[in-house]
């Protein structure tokens, strides 16, 4: 498998949607396989809030040799977010003023800063057209932003786990985690390891809405029925909090939570509905039964409003990361929905 990671370097002045600018930025991307020379092949995959551009580290079920998108057969993309930890400009970058890193200073994002990006991206690489673009969550957030803002690129979208507007509920699940990294007295502290007790509860937060009530009864249950403290849900979140901390920073954490609450394809487009109704591709968009997070009603109204959309449901005992993990179900969707058509 041929892997490639890049950094693509935009020098030019880079105006953001909320009134600031960055002076200029970097974004790491990696790509799979063999680009064909009429573009028939190329895969665009938007990856999750706290995911990188290394596809096949965080969706090896579906994207590597042997896989459903493999790159023997196809030219596989992926770019890591503005504002993230993996590679891009993001709020450990050097201010070009300062000369120092931005830490809190950096930029508020919106999605539609993030897709700019990657459109500009698109443009250096001159890639004429876009066979399938596919993301989860924030990943298919940053998907449909795309095929509203440039509806010609792309023949075929997969949206899992995403929607049209960031929910209210959604919002208040990333507040809460902003909270617990501003309740930690190092956040403003100029360190790259600042805030890391506040980014584990923040992380530990998070876990609680990308899985469900059954999913801690199955896989953390009491280890007997008299036990009264050391619980196994007790023992996870502390590991899952510090695995986290080994990988990622609080200012990149706060400014994508950040990011993901912007999320809104009607904004100034005359509404969410008419926003949908500029998406060109056959689009397939897949919800998860048992997800509280991004709940398969905020799917059922993207199919319901995309032109040329299709519905169908995962079930799933884990939630929204359902989307990370029951790689079966997904290529078996996506096998059916792509041979409906005579598709890859």
């Known amino acids: 498998m041929q892997a490639e990671q890049k950094i693509f370097k935009y020098p030019y002045a880079y105006s953001l949607e909320l009134g600031r600018e960055l002076n200029g930025f970097e974004l790491s991307y990696t790509t799979y396989g063999t680009r064909n020379e009429n573009d028939d092949n190329i895969v665009w995959v938007c990856h999750a809030l706290t995911g990188g551009s290394n596809v096949t580290e965080w969706w090896d079920g579906l994207v590597g040799s042997g896989k459903y998108f493999d790159p023997e057969k196809h030219f596989i993309i992926c770019a890591n977010v503005l504002g993230s930890a993996y590679g891009s400009t993001g709020p450990l970058s050097l201010d070009h003023k300062t000369k120092q890193p931005y830490f809190r200073d950096f930029p508020v994002?919106?999605?539609?800063?993030?897709?700019?990006?990657?459109?500009?991206?698109?443009?250096?690489?001159?890639?004429?057209?876009?066979?399938?673009?596919?993301?989860?969550?924030?990943?298919?957030?940053?998907?449909?932003?795309?095929?509203?803002?440039?509806?010609?690129?792309?023949?075929?979208?997969?949206?899992?786990?995403?929607?049209?507007?960031?929910?209210?509920?959604?919002?208040?699940?990333?507040?809460?985690?902003?909270?617990?990294?501003?309740?930690?007295?190092?956040?403003?502290?100029?360190?790259?390891?600042?805030?890391?007790?506040?980014?584990?509860?923040?992380?530990?937060?998070?876990?609680?809405?990308?899985?469900?009530?059954?999913?801690?009864?199955?896989?953390?249950?009491?280890?007997?029925p008299d036990q009264v403290d050391q619980f196994r849900a007790s023992s996870y979140q502390q590991y899952q909090g510090d695995k986290f901390v080994k990988r990622f920073n609080a200012f990149s954490y706060w400014t994508l939570t950040k990011l993901m609450d912007s999320h809104n394809v009607g904004r100034n487009r005359g509404g969410i509905v008419h926003a949908l109704g500029m998406v060109k591709a056959r689009t397939l968009v897949l919800g998860i039964k048992s997800d509280m997070l991004f709940p398969p009603a905020e799917q059922q109204f993207l199919a319901r409003h995309i032109p040329l959309a299709t519905y169908q449901e995962i079930d799933s005992l884990y939630g929204h990361d359902g989307f990370l993990i029951e790689y079966k179900q997904l290529t078996q969707i996506i096998r059916s929905w792509q041979n409906s058509e005579g598709r890859m």
Request: with cysteine; aromatic share 8%; hydrophobic share 45%.
């Open 109 to 224: 994002l919106t999605i539609r800063d993030v897709v700019g990006a990657l459109e500009l991206l698109r443009q250096e690489l001159e890639i004429r057209k876009i066979k399938l673009c596919i993301g989860g969550s924030l990943g298919g957030q940053q998907a449909i932003e795309w095929a509203v803002e440039v509806p010609e690129l792309f023949e075929e979208l997969i949206l899992i786990a995403s929607n049209a507007v960031h929910s209210p509920w959604g919002v208040a699940f990333n507040e809460s985690q902003r909270m617990a990294l501003e309740a930690d007295p190092t956040f403003n502290d100029p360190d790259e390891y600042a805030a890391q007790a506040g980014l584990k509860a923040a992380r530990s937060i998070a876990l609680l809405s990308y899985r469900n009530y059954d999913t801690y009864n199955f896989t953390q249950a009491r280890d007997n």
